[in-house]
């Protein structure tokens, strides 16, 4: 009898945690992953010209986010916009391209909010989103151009924006009254702000930002103006360390991925600039270039490149993100998710085309599951 009532124990507990393990897994079912996708487009002066897979391209995704906008500082000015970019010139030619959603995207210094005083902010803000109005409602191909500014406290044409910017402890408190003052002058306003890896792995340390949602730019992982570096946009093992043990993050997140290269440019081991424009056909021109180590070349003559006067000499690290490179990042950033529908955003849409669409299919499937 005592061995019968074992044997029931036994089956009444196998049976209450094939329960308990059946709800749970039912529970994961119902929670499926939808991730949105979307590009950046960050080039702020010259026209762009699009081709026909770049259409097509455009037509499948959810959301395009456009740099409208650069804010620094100017002892004689205050905070001023440094650049704007010209939206009527692509969006008139190429409406029917973009279907999706815009939305505007505004980059401010670091250094306007350390010089800007702390009774200037609410202004600023309201600055920001007049100026923003005129560059985003000259998309719309009714318009021929630009309107007058709309009356203050009146709904405005766009109803997202997004805010970029590397704050630091020492700003944070400026930038944080800003996105505030932004979301209490237009309270529907979808506002998100830009994330760094380092400001996703210590919240407590940088604070976190007072919007409705953030993106984590998961590239520009290493050093930039160091000649030893590999590849400053992203290796695995410079973004990895960001990942362990971090925490849910109390934001709803989203994921900007790379897709981007560049060339750093270094003369006598020192850095002298950068250039996004080199074609990857131009290292391959032995009468310019020789291969060194890695993704390093060295110039073999003096030429101009895009303005800039270039020597021989000149050591040139071809910068560039491979579809390894890219799942690598999106198997990372998956972990910071915290809500099962998010947007994965790829900066940016200058480096997309027919050829290469594909790695961000295979991106945005890691994403699914």
């Given at each position: 009898?005592?061995q019968?009532?074992?044997?029931?124990?036994?089956?009444?507990?196998?049976?209450?945690?094939?329960?308990?393990?059946?709800?749970?897994?039912?529970?994961?079912?119902?929670?499926p992953?939808?991730?949105?996708?979307?590009?950046?487009?960050?080039?702020m002066?010259?026209?762009?010209?699009?081709?026909?897979?770049?259409?097509?391209?455009?037509?499948?995704?959810?959301?395009?986010?456009?740099?409208?906008?650069?804010?620094?500082?100017?002892?004689?000015?205050?905070?001023?916009?440094?650049?704007?970019?010209?939206?009527?010139?692509?969006?008139?030619?190429?409406?029917?391209?973009?279907?999706?959603?815009?939305?505007?995207?505004?980059?401010?210094?670091?250094?306007?909010?350390?010089?800007?005083?702390?009774?200037?902010?609410?202004?600023?803000?309201?600055?920001?989103?007049?100026?923003?109005?005129?560059?985003?409602?000259?998309?719309?191909?009714?318009?021929?151009?630009?309107?007058?500014?709309?009356?203050?406290?009146?709904?405005l044409?766009?109803?997202?924006?997004?805010?970029?910017?590397?704050?630091?402890?020492q700003?944070?408190?400026?930038?944080?009254?800003?996105?505030?003052?932004?979301?209490?002058?237009?309270?529907?306003?979808?506002?998100?702000?830009?994330?760094?890896?380092?400001?996703?792995?210590?919240?407590?340390?940088t604070?976190?930002?007072?919007?409705?949602?953030?993106?984590?730019?998961?590239?520009?992982?290493?050093?930039l103006?160091?000649?030893?570096?590999?590849?400053?946009?992203?290796?695995?093992?410079a973004?990895?360390?960001?990942?362990?043990?971090?925490?849910?993050?109390?934001?709803?997140?989203n994921?900007?991925l790379?897709?981007?290269?560049?060339?750093?440019?270094?003369?006598?081991?020192?850095?002298v600039?950068?250039?996004?424009?080199?074609?990857?056909?131009?290292?391959?021109?032995p009468?310019?270039?020789?291969?060194?180590?890695?993704?390093?070349?060295?110039?073999?003559?003096?030429?101009?490149?895009?303005?800039?006067?270039?020597?021989?000499?000149?050591?040139?690290?071809?910068?560039?993100?491979?579809?390894?490179?890219?799942?690598?990042?999106?198997?990372?950033?998956?972990?910071?998710?915290?809500?099962?529908?998010?947007?994965?955003?790829?900066?940016?849409?200058?480096?997309?085309?027919?050829?290469?669409?594909?790695?961000?299919?295979?991106?945005?499937?890691?994403?699914?599951?």
């Amino acid at each position: 009898m005592l061995q019968l009532v074992t044997i029931k124990q036994i089956t009444t507990r196998f049976f209450v945690v094939f329960v308990i393990a059946t709800l749970c897994c039912f529970g994961c079912k119902r929670q499926p992953k939808h991730p949105t996708l979307g590009f950046y487009h960050w080039r702020m002066m010259g026209n762009h010209s699009y081709s026909q897979s770049d259409s097509a391209i455009t037509l499948r995704c959810g959301q395009v986010f456009i740099k409208v906008m650069d804010v620094d500082w100017s002892d004689i000015y205050g905070a001023y916009p440094t650049a704007t970019f010209n939206c009527d010139s692509l969006f008139r030619n190429h409406w029917d391209t973009f279907t999706a959603p815009v939305t505007p995207v505004v980059f401010i210094t670091n250094r306007t909010l350390e010089k800007i005083d702390s009774n200037q902010i609410a202004a600023l803000a309201n600055k920001i989103l007049l100026k923003t109005e005129i560059l985003h409602i000259s998309t719309n191909p009714f318009y021929y151009s630009q309107p007058p500014p709309p009356p203050p406290n009146t709904p405005l044409h766009y109803h997202a924006l997004q805010i970029d910017c590397d704050w630091t402890v020492q700003t944070r408190n400026k930038y944080f009254q800003l996105l505030q003052a932004l979301k209490q002058q237009q309270p529907s306003l979808l506002l998100s702000a830009t994330l760094r890896l380092h400001q996703y792995k210590y919240p407590k340390q940088t604070g976190v930002p007072p919007v409705d949602e953030v993106y984590l730019m998961c590239y520009n992982t290493g050093q930039l103006k160091s000649p030893k570096e590999e590849n400053s946009i992203f290796t695995e093992a410079a973004a990895k360390p960001y990942f362990q043990q971090a925490a849910s993050y109390p934001v709803k997140m989203n994921i900007a991925l790379p897709f981007f290269s560049w060339t750093v440019i270094f003369r006598n081991g020192q850095f002298v600039g950068l250039d996004n424009q080199i074609e990857d056909s131009f290292f391959s021109f032995p009468p310019y270039v020789r291969p060194l180590s890695g993704n390093n070349f060295e110039l073999l003559i003096d030429t101009v490149l895009h303005d800039r006067l270039l020597h021989q000499g000149d050591v040139l690290r071809h910068e560039t993100i491979s579809e390894k490179s890219l799942l690598q990042a999106a198997n990372l950033c998956k972990k910071a998710l915290n809500q099962p529908e998010f947007s994965v955003v790829f900066f940016d849409i200058d480096h997309v085309n027919a050829t290469n669409y594909a790695a961000i299919e295979k991106a945005m499937e890691v994403f699914k599951h």
